[in-house]
């Protein structure tokens, strides 16, 4: 069984900036993809970004990519998300996910964190 805790999330005006972690227990962190994706009321869980095992490969969703960055430090079991440019849309609970054998757009395994509310003001 893997457990996956998220923190860092909060409140944060247009164009600010938050980073998300991730903290993966239970096994081998190392050896899958992981990912983020949020949900914002109303609305489906949608994908936002993932990472191959290695952290060499990455991928993001259009409406993120060049403003949030996603990171992983296999010898810590965290993985990371910067987020920068924050915009109002940005608005929902974002969720770790793990699990998955290889890293692609809209990859997910079957882990999911509690996740974290990320508020961001106009």
């Known amino acids: 069984q893997v457990q996956l805790v998220e923190s860092g999330g909060g409140l944060v005006q247009a164009g600010g900036s938050l980073r998300l972690s991730c903290v993966a227990s239970?096994?081998?962190?190392?050896?899958?993809?992981m990912g983020w994706f949020r949900q914002a009321p109303g609305k489906e869980r949608e994908f936002v970004a993932a990472?191959?095992?290695?952290?060499?490969?990455?991928y993001y969703t259009d409406s993120v990519n060049g403003r949030f960055t996603i990171s992983r430090d296999n010898a810590k079991n965290t993985m990371y998300l910067q987020m920068n440019s924050l915009k109002p849309e940005d608005t929902a609970v974002y969720y770790c996910?793990?699990?998955?054998?290889?890293?692609?757009?809209?990859?997910?395994?079957?882990?999911w964190g509690q996740g974290t509310q990320v508020t961001v003001s106009s």
């Open positions: 996910n793990g699990g998955a054998n290889v890293a692609a757009r809209g990859s997910r395994g079957p882990y």
């Open positions: 239970g096994r081998t962190f190392s050896s899958y993809a």
């Open positions: 990472i191959s095992w290695s952290g060499t490969l990455t």
